[in-house]
């Protein structure tokens, strides 16, 4: 194999893992901060420590994550969360991050 050949190999090689890592890195980070703005709902009450036994989950026909505040796509899995008279509506992931949280965060103080 030509000497070149085998340079670009290498190359593209090295660039692939470095791109893999600056993913892994952002998507850690990412996870992160997901985590630490569910605690803060969580302490603040806007997100509730309770669950539900029943929590209803369906594809999205609008709206924004009451953990995020991104807006759903029409592709994603919303779970509501039923509380008191209303729903708390989360993507996904933010469903995952909050039954974590919810175990791990003090609940608000009420006045």
Known sequence: MDAEVVQALAKNGRHRALFQDCATHHAASSLGKLHRMVRRRLRTGRLPHESAPIILGAPSDGGVCDACDQP????????????????????????????????????????
């Open 72 to 111: 759903f796509t029409t592709r994603q899995l919303v779970m509501a969360v039923p509380v008191g008279d209303g729903f708390v509506h989360l993507d996904a992931d933010c469903f995952m991050v909050w039954n974590e949280e919810r175990g791990t965060t003090p609940a608000a103080r009420s006045a």
